[in-house]
């Protein structure tokens, strides 16, 4: 038979198959059956796109060219129930003429001298494994001009093996319709008064055979009330039957991380740039999607176009509806939210829960909603756009530690006085504070991958608290002076920090300021007296300069000083001014002595100078209102080693020295325990006994006798 008498048989096929004459055309180009090689074709493409169907057709009209013929259906699902030599026992069967067990023949007798010189047709259809092509078709085995198709959705299995890959198209618009129409009516048209039912059934199964072949099929025979009900349907629950066969490709990847790939594109990133996808999973996720994407691409359920991820819509209808099934009747329970009236009564409700991994990034009608709360769901990897979220008011992800996107619209919310980003530590970056001209606290400690502070373009004077504690912010943008309501700025333990802006002045409203564990940080500002309503100063860890001066701080309360190597000089001596002082932590510092000036502090309550190892003198008078002196583990210190001290004073009314080692705090807390018993129920008046308790005291018993009255209290500490 010629190619040319091929042809004309196979426009004179069934009516039912529809659009069929091209495809079989080209393939069998491909084949090229005049020639004695052994070839092997591959028909290459997504699940119900009609390759089993092709190749079932073109076996038909050449087989009886050949003087073997072997049809091998369902591969992969035979594989699983009846194992590889169940297939091989059906192919030499079927090549051989007899029932043939694959144990009791000589396989390389039978290859050697029964098979390699009979030509044959063989089609290996729905192969998923290269096991699966090595058991059943090597072209050693069989005579010249034999010809292997393989039909698979797996272009990687196809590629090591086979001569050419055909990959079947999807129907074009006329072809689509009038399969549609042999389906659903019986005839070559459809009807007139149902032509645009079908055409939007038709949008719907772009172009797939078995999508439309089912649908029309359900439709046949049914009223038009029946199909506009069967097309709301479709949009919230897809044809099960499509779903079934399309899930197979799905059910098929081997690793997690690849059906993860697929759900991501699915519900987030069809038609986005390949390129940002896989930064955006690589950051957020801690894997590398590459070979993912490669592998779904092989395996069709994805396609590029340039560098645009695609698929087909029925297959992102099957990811979402694997989504759906992880928890059909409460979307705060799902992996992934798309659709805004799943998203919406979740964030509304506080109903979502830590197995939220993504949202959309374009989500409609949030316009009511003032409150989202994600915190702690940790597959969370970008964050939805709010742009259409215009009256939110507070905004929490704190623990979201996947997060790498936040979409730039979070900058333009106007209303919003509350963003709390504590622990997201993959985020790297923040888009501009555009228009937060309601914001008021701001949270981004702990965010240990953000290394910059966004710039700040619009009225931010609402801000009140800032959080940075815990960044990796190297400097401060010169625009934040801009925020001069700010009266809480967080900036400890931000490591990498190496300055403060000249701005920093601008913020004269601060009340709190904390560089505690700034360690690169190039000292301080020398002069601070544009901060005269600070009332905390936190500057530990850090390198301060002799030069710096606390002068004009005239509000200041709670100063730390701790661990920054002070040393006597004119920083010590200025402490002095800060007559509103309250509590003071110079521990672990390398001064010998405090001034004598310590005395002017006034409302001093707390002195903190342990671990200050080279401490020898304390000043000889101490403020009156002084109520505790810690003093521990300083070693060197000549007025009172290893003792603690209470004293009645007039102003604070006891004040207690502890000057022990640390060796000593087990008996310590005791005796704490005890002077906060006497402190809490006293009554002093102007009893100024002083009561002493050396070393060896505190390993006896210790006995506390109260007897107060109005006017006096005696404590005897044996």
């Known amino acids: 038979m010629s190619f040319t008498r091929i042809n004309q048989t196979i426009l004179s096929e069934s009516k039912d198959l529809v659009a069929m004459d091209s495809r079989i055309e080209e393939l069998l180009s491909f084949l090229e059956i005049g020639l004695l090689d052994v070839r092997i074709i591959g028909i290459w493409g997504m699940k119900g796109i009609g390759k089993t169907t092709l190749a079932r057709v073109v076996a038909k009209r050449i087989r ?25 026992e059906q192919l030499l069967s079927d090549l051989l003429k007899s029932n ?70 999807l129907l074009t618009n006329d072809e689509a319709l009038q399969l549609f129409s042999w389906k659903s009516f019986q005839k070559h048209q459809v009807e007139e008064s149902f032509l645009k039912l079908s055409k939007d059934f038709l949008t719907y199964a772009k172009g797939l055979p078995l999508a439309i072949k089912v649908l029309g099929s359900f439709l046949c025979n049914r009223p038009q009330s029946a199909w506009s009900s069967a097309l709301d349907r479709l949009k919230e629950n897809p044809e099960k039957k499509i779903v079934d066969v399309l899930k197979v490709s799905f059910d098929g990847l081997s690793l997690e991380t690849e059906k993860k790939v697929f759900l991501d594109i699915a519900c987030f990133f069809k038609g986005e740039n390949k390129d940002r996808v896989i930064r955006i999973l690589e950051t957020g996720c801690g894997y590398r999607p590459e070979i993912d994407i490669d592998v779904l691409v092989e395996k069709s359920l994805v396609t590029l176009f340039g ?26 329970e799902r992996s992934r939210l798309w659709l805004s009236k799943d998203i919406i009564p979740v964030l509304a ?14 989500i409609l009608c949030w316009s009511m909603l003032q409150f989202i709360d994600l915190s702690d769901s940790q597959y969370l990897i970008m964050t939805p756009n709010f742009k259409e979220v215009p009256n939110l008011e507070t905004l929490v992800l704190q623990g979201c530690t996947r997060l790498v996107a936040v979409h730039p619209s979070v900058g333009l919310l106007k209303k919003l006085t ?36 966004p710039d700040i373009e619009g009225n931010m004077e609402s801000l009140l608290e800032l959080n940075l504690d815990g960044t990796a912010i190297e400097e401060l943008p010169p625009s934040f002076g801009l925020l001069t309501g700010l009266t809480c700025l967080n900036l400890g333990d931000c490591k990498d920090l190496l300055y403060l802006p000249s701005s920093i002045q601008y913020l ?26 600070l009332e905390m100063l936190d500057l530990s860890g850090t390198a301060l300069s002799q030069t710096s001066s606390f002068a004009g701080l005239s509000s200041l309360k709670n100063l730390n000083l701790s661990d920054c190597n002070l040393i006597e000089g004119a920083l ?63 070693t060197s210190l000549i007025d009172s080693p ?17 000057c022990f080692n640390s060796s000593q705090n087990q008996e310590l807390s005791t005796l704490n325990y005890i002077l906060w018993a006497v402190k809490s129920r006293r009554h002093i008046g102007g009893d100024k006994r002083l009561v002493f308790c050396g070393k060896q005291a505190l390993s006896k018993s210790i006995n506390c006798f109260l007897r107060y009255s109005l006017k006096e209290c005696t404590t005897c500490i044996v």
């Open 418 to 453: 509350l963003l709390n980003m504590r622990y997201c530590k993959s985020v790297e970056s923040l888009p501009p504070f555009i228009s937060l001209e309601s914001l008021k606290s701001l949270t981004l400690s702990a965010c240990s991958s953000l290394k910059k502070f």
């Open 572 to 634: 010590l001596n200025g402490l002095a001014s800060l007559y509103s002082l309250e509590i003071l932590n110079l521990s672990g510092n390398k001064f010998v002595q405090l001034p004598q000036s310590f005395s002017q502090l006034s409302k001093l309550k707390h002195l903190d100078v342990s671990n200050c190892g080279r401490l020898q003198l304390m000043p000889k008078e101490l403020p009156s209102s002084l109520q505790h002196v810690s003093a521990q583990d300083c």
């Open 100 to 169: 043939v067990k694959i144990q009791n023949i000589d396989m390389e007798d039978v290859i050697g001298h029964r098979l390699r010189n009979k030509k044959a047709l063989i089609i290996v259809d729905d192969v998923d494994e290269v096991e699966q092509v090595e058991a059943l078709c090597d072209r050693t085995w069989f005579g010249p001009g034999s010809r292997i198709i393989i039909t698979s959705t797996d272009e990687h299995v196809l590629r090591r093996y086979v001569d050419k890959i055909y990959q079947v198209k």
């Open 642 to 658: 290893n003792e603690f001290k209470m004293w009645a004073s007039p102003v604070s009314g006891t004040t207690t020295f502890n």
């Open 307 to 332: 560098r645009n991820l695609w698929m087909h819509d029925l297959i992102q209808e099957l990811g979402w509806e694997i989504v759906r099934r992880e928890c059909r009747e409460r979307p705060g």
């Open 349 to 362: 409700n506080n109903k979502g829960t830590s197995a939220i991994e993504s949202l959309s990034t374009s």
């Open 508 to 533: 004269r409203s601060l009340k709190s300021l904390i560089l505690a564990g700034c360690s690169k940080l190039d000292g301080i500002p020398e002069n601070l007296n544009w901060f005269e309503f």
């Open 64 to 88: 009886a060219r050949f003087e073997g013929y072997s049809y091998l259906a369902n591969v992969r699902e035979a594989t699983e129930k009846q194992g590889l030599e169940h297939l091989q």
